[in-house]
């Protein structure tokens, strides 16, 4: 009897009760305890990614969140309303908790300040009408980071919501202590600013513990807000699909959910109204708006035989559409799924970062209790010296650290995902910011990929007709790009195409087959030349160059019979309308240009000196495309690949960073590591441009948290740094770094529209 191993596949979690870094490592650490698995925990996407693990275990990865603390469910998408409805209660609960806590704050540290200053103001039992309005804020508003320290304690861990949590208790329960006790009511105190106080007026931090409250609140509830919005940045490509759609029947028209459409479907869209599928126009004509899914500000006319996609907006006519792609299987739902896990992954930097915040919150605690004894041993009161152990408890807390990077990732991703550029992950980004030369495709990326035959030279005695057919009959069985445009040219002249038998393709070179008995080649000179083919010089290029077109120099297509050549087809491909634009934005960002082509060198060089690249490698085969990436590698070049079909695949894979034109194959798009959606060559520089944007705010706001901590826990120790100050500071710091990072939502094209280039 045969048993069938459970396929492993990645599975993703909703985790629920995380409050920081320190808590995304510590789910982390329980899921990967479990035999085989590959955990990674975001903070910011409140997700985790796991790896290796078969459907009937996802039950034990639950268990092994909720054992550690966390709540934990199988991520569902059509849970993300609920997520968000959860999020909104989160953000309430923290807003009220805010404005109780705002709102007896600042009477009760008016009156512990002023009563504190000035004794004679001070009437019978002030101290515990102080402590009334101070027990709602320590207890009730403070209780989200009471109730995850007392988690992180049944578990035995600790996270940045205890050092909060020990600062306001600490503060408080001094305070009460002094009340009851009579602790620190000796000698006199000294406040910058003030001078020498009277005696008492150190003995109640009352105001302390209410104003850290208070600022912590505030910190968590702004940064809770900015998470969210990060979030919709990548939610407004959810956003964009249509909900119902007007599906036509015989001669109806019937409006039915948009989860009733099936591939093959008639629909109908009308002005103003969403394409809810991928499919093409086979009735009607409109001026289709993208600019949602691809940034392109231009409105496309676009008329039967039209592909249309989904998401987009038919602007002025009615369409009706056949559906070829519905559902998951959209170019949008695609989009959304890929900008999702790219968010949903952990760069290398953040893994560190989680390792270091993990033995830095259990570090503060006990640095914070050694500075405090330094003091007292040095001679200072018990008093002053709780306030400086308090001081580097609060100003340490880490929160900026675990932000820094999942919060600009999100906003970048999501904001690429907008402009038409999908980063399929982090190391894309990372990628980004050491590449030096940008390696470029010809056919189908710098040129439009549908190439005429311009010139036919037939040897003498061999008419135009006749080398044709000749060439029509074996191409018929490819479907490269050179094949199809002679077999056009052969069916606009009306020749009768004539079965081969043996056919085979030679990528990168060429086609054979056997023509009435007779062996056929159809291919480069190279290719002729193999099978001992004699054959003429290539032609000089300028004289197949036309400047007033801006056409490329011919690619010249040979055809041999029996042993004897019969002539050279020459064919032509237009350069894209922005490709000059593009390599000149590329060049502009300090990168080189290499243009690499299968093509012969005369058309590639054509195409290389039209648009100014630097460098070109022309008569490269498929299978050695890779192989030059890498010789470009070993001379010290950091490459990107851009490149749209599939004899690119192993290149794009073998570059430090593989961008594939959407048009291109889908084994293309998935060796890339950023897929690029827009139909703009402008959209090669804009995505070097946005990933090397988001990685220097990753290292801005891991420069401001890492020099922060490292500032500030100095000050604090030496005595300089008042406890309410610090509370102050860290929730700033927190706030400071998710605002930097939502400034990627600024991110514009680095070059001109077509609309304005007209």
């Not at 900008?339 to 919150?361: H, I, P």
């Not at 970048?412 to 980004?432: F, H």
């Not at 927190?734 to 609309?755: E, G």
């Amino acid at each position: 009897m045969t048993t069938t191993t459970p396929m492993l596949e990645a599975v993703q979690l909703d985790v629920s009760g995380m409050t920081c870094a320190a808590c995304a490592g510590r789910v982390e650490r329980a899921l990967n305890g479990l035999e085989g698995v590959s955990a990674s925990v975001n903070y910011a996407t409140e997700r985790a990614l796991v790896t290796g693990l078969s459907p009937d275990r996802v039950d034990e990865a639950v268990r092994r969140v909720e054992k550690a603390g966390y709540g934990a469910h199988p991520h569902d998408d059509a849970d993300d309303a609920w997520s968000r409805r959860a999020t909104e209660v989160r953000i309430s609960s923290l807003r009220r908790r805010l404005l109780v806590s705002a709102i007896l704050t600042v009477p009760l540290m008016d009156i512990t300040i002023v009563l504190a200053l000035v004794p004679g103001w001070r009437f019978p039992g002030w101290e515990w009408v102080c402590v009334l309005l101070a027990l709602p804020i320590v207890a009730w508003a403070a209780w989200p980071f009471h109730k995850a320290t007392l988690r992180n304690l049944r578990h035995g861990t600790v996270s940045m919501d205890t050092l909060v949590s020990l600062g306001i208790a600490a503060s408080f329960g001094w305070a009460v202590a002094t009340l009851l006790f009579g602790l620190g009511q000796e000698g006199t105190g000294y406040w910058l600013g003030f001078g020498v106080t009277p005696e008492g007026a150190n003995s109640v931090y009352l105001d302390v513990a209410a104003g850290m409250t208070t600022f912590q609140l505030a910190g968590r509830y702004f940064e809770t807000r900015s998470r969210r919005k990060a979030g919709d940045v990548l939610g407004a490509l959810n956003q964009l699909a249509a909900t119902h759609v007007r599906i036509r029947t015989d001669n109806t028209e019937e409006i039915q959910p948009a989860t009733a459409l099936r591939a093959g479907d008639v629909f109908v869209v009308l002005p103003g109204e969403t394409i809810p599928a991928d499919g093409v126009i086979i009735e009607g004509a409109a001026a289709v708006d993208a600019s949602m899914l691809t940034g392109e500000p231009v409105p496309a006319d676009l008329t039967p035989g039209d592909g249309v996609v989904g998401g987009t907006i038919s602007t002025d006519g009615r369409l009706e559409v056949r559906a070829t792609l519905v559902g998951a299987h959209t170019q949008l739902a695609q989009m959304a799924a890929l900008a999702e896990q790219a968010q949903a992954r952990k760069a290398r930097v953040q893994t560190l970062v989680d390792k270091v915040t993990s033995y830095f919150v259990p570090a503060v605690i006990v640095l914070a209790v050694l500075v405090a004894a330094g003091w007292m041993i040095a001679g200072t009161s018990f008093e002053q010296a709780f306030g400086i152990g308090i001081s580097v408890l609060i100003i340490a807390c880490p929160c900026a650290l675990g932000l820094a990077t999942p919060t600009a990732l999100m906003v970048g991703i999501g904001r690429g995902a907008t402009l038409g550029i999908l980063v399929k992950g982090q190391d894309a980004l990372e990628a980004s910011g050491t590449i030096t030369t940008v390696v470029l495709d010809k056919t189908g990326t710098l040129t439009t990929g549908s190439m005429t035959a311009h010139r036919l030279a037939p040897v003498d005695g061999v008419t135009e007709q006749e080398l044709l057919a000749v060439a029509a009959a074996v191409e018929r069985g490819s479907e490269h790009i050179i094949a199809r445009a002679i077999l056009t040219a052969a069916e606009n002249r009306g020749i009768e195409i004539a079965p081969v038998a043996g056919f085979t393709a030679h990528p990168g070179r060429g086609a054979s087959g056997q023509l009435h008995g007779e062996p056929v080649l159809v291919g480069s000179r190279a290719f002729l030349l193999d099978h001992a083919i004699d054959v003429p010089d290539e032609p000089d290029a300028a004289d197949n160059l036309d400047n007033s077109t801006g056409q490329a120099a011919e690619t010249s297509v040979l055809v041999a019979r029996g042993r004897l050549l019969l002539g050279r087809i020459g064919l032509r491909d237009t350069i894209k309308r922005d490709a000059r634009t593009a390599v000149a934005a590329l060049h502009a960002q300090g990168m080189k240009t290499v243009l690499l082509t299968g093509d012969t060198p005369a058309a590639a060089a054509s195409v290389a000196a039209r648009l100014g690249i630097d460098t070109v490698l022309a008569g490269v085969l498929p299978a050695q495309k890779a192989d030059a990436i890498r010789s470009l590698q070993d001379s010290g070049d950091r490459v990107a690949m851009v490149g749209d079909g599939i004899n690119d695949a192993v290149a794009l894979a073998a570059a430090d960073l593989g961008l594939a034109m959407v048009s291109g194959s889908d084994i293309a798009l998935k060796s890339a590591d950023i897929i690029l959606v827009r139909d703009d060559l402008a959209v090669i520089p804009d995505a070097i441009a946005l990933s090397r944007r988001t990685l220097r705010t990753i290292k801005t706001n891991l420069g401001w948290a890492f020099g922060y901590n490292i500032a500030a826990i100095p000050i604090a120790a030496a005595g300089l740094l008042n406890p309410l100050i610090a509370a102050g500071a860290m929730a700033l710091s927190s706030v400071l770094v998710v605002y930097n990072s939502l400034r990627l939502q600024n991110f514009r094209r680095t070059t001109t529209p077509r609309s304005d280039r007209r």
